[in-house]
Structures are given as structure tokens and as C-alpha cells.
């Protein structure tokens, strides 16, 4: 079963504006990762943030975590046609001697040029 | 550095026969991952090799799919026979192995194999 998962399932956007991507999840966590995938290609990790930290910035991106609320957001600011993709979440738990990570379901965003 | 390599990138084949997915990991990587991505979800773990053993299979349908790390570099994915319901995306990612465990690290994605069964 899915640990994560996104909220909206899909996004449309314009150039420009910002984009708000929505994970939620049900166990506690070790960390939690945010990955990009492009129509055909493989998934490009984001940023990963740690169950210690509450918000983490990269670029254009702005990562925050509610352990608490058991959730997390993906903002990506100014938005561009080349971040039209699905955005998944993954969490790291730890399982016996496994190191596990499960994605959600996604958030396709597509930014209209 | 290069990124993990797949191939095939693509594979259609009949219900009930057999199929070979080849990874090739990033230099040095000791994690290796084997996920099932169908049409519209997340990526499913179905494997992770530390090294040349296996960390985790609980989601492998082992009575069809077998996989194995040769040497602790290259893996293979094979299904025997394969069924409709196997048709998807397989990626191959690879990852550092570092203090506190392989999921402390970002996974390398290669592009994945798509496989369709008719």
C-alpha cells in the first residue's frame, strides 16, 4: 500500500505562478523526499528533508514538514513550461534491517506557457 | 558521473513468455532497487540488493520474478511467465550507502524499461 500521498492529484497552472504540491502520509517517518518525473524518463530526486527539520529551500523550491500533521508541501515559485512533470513524495521508514522508501500516488502539474 | 544505465528501454511480448530487464548502477553505489511503476501510480518497490544480497523481496512475486546482483554490481530482472497484469515501467535506482541506512540518501533513477504484455 501507498505510505504517501499527494494532494492534488492533478495541477494546471500559468506561466509564472507559483505551484503548492500536498503529501500526506501515515507512519513516522525518517525522512521525507520529494522526486520529478518527466513523460517517459526516470525520477530526478528534488530535496530531501529530515524528520528534525521543518523547512528546507533549493533554488525555486520550498520544501516544508508537519510531523505533527503527518505532512508535507512541495511549493515551486515562479513556475516554468519545463516543470510541467509528476511530482512524487517518498518516505524513508525503517523497517526490521530494511531501509524502505515508498512513493505516492503523484501530482501531475502541467504549467501552460 | 553516469547515470544508471537500463535496457531494454523497450519490450513487448505475449502473455506466458519470458523477460530480461538488464541495470547497470552508478560506479560505487552499493543500494540497488528494482521498482514496478504502472500506468499512473508511484513506483512499487520490488526489490533492494545491499551489495550482492537482498535487503528486501517482501513485495517480489517470487513465484514469477526473480532478480539477482551478480558481484555486487550489475542486476537483472527476469519474469517467467509473465502475465498481463506485469505490463509497466521497471526502473533500476541506485544509491550511496551511508551512515543510518540507504534510505537517508537520494535515489539515481535510470530511465526504465517499459514493458507491454499482450
Keep these: 500500500s501507498q505510505q504517501g500521498e499527494e494532494d492534488p492529484q492533478a495541477l494546471s497552472i500559468q506561466e509564472g505562478e507559483n505551484a503548492t504540491m500536498n503529501c500526506s502520509y501515515k507512519t513516522s517517518i525518517n525522512n521525507l523526499q520529494w522526486y520529478r518525473q518527466n513523460s517517459g524518463r526516470g525520477l530526478v530526486h528534488l530535496i530531501l528533508i529530515r524528520s528534525n527539520e521543518r523547512e528546507k529551500h533549493s533554488g525555486r523550491l520550498r520544501v516544508t514538514l508537519d510531523t505533527s500533521k503527518k505532512s508535507s508541501s512541495l511549493l515551486i515559485t515562479a513556475s516554468r513550461a519545463a516543470d510541467t512533470a509528476s511530482y512524487f513524495c517518498a518516505t524513508a521508514l525503517v523497517s526490521g534491517s530494511a531501509r524502505q522508501l515508498t512513493f505516492g500516488s503523484g501530482t501531475q502539474l502541467t504549467v501552460l506557457p | ?118
Excluded: M
Excluded at chain 2, 504502472?38 to 517482501?58: A, E, H
Excluded at chain 2, 527476469?78 to 502475465?83: D, E, G, L, M, N
Design chain 2, 1 to 118: 558521473e553516469a547515470g544508471v544505465a537500463q535496457s531494454p528501454r523497450y519490450k513487448i511480448i505475449e502473455k506466458r513468455q519470458s523477460v530480461a530487464f538488464w541495470c547497470n548502477p552508478i560506479s560505487g553505489h552499493a543500494t540497488l532497487y528494482w521498482y514496478q511503476q504502472i500506468l499512473g501510480q508511484g513506483p512499487k518497490l520490488l526489490i533492494q540488493f545491499q551489495n550482492n544480497g537482498v535487503v528486501d523481496d517482501s513485495q517480489l512475486p517470487k513465484d514469477r520474478f526473480s532478480a539477482e546482483r551478480l558481484k555486487g554490481v550489475d542486476s537483472t530482472l527476469k519474469i517467467q511467465p509473465a502475465k498481463l497484469e506485469d505490463s509497466a515501467v521497471y526502473l533500476c535506482a541506485s544509491s550511496p550507502t551511508r551512515g543510518g541506512g540507504a534510505a537517508n540518501s537520494p535515489l539515481h533513477f535510470g530511465n526504465g524499461t517499459r514493458l507491454t504484455v499482450t
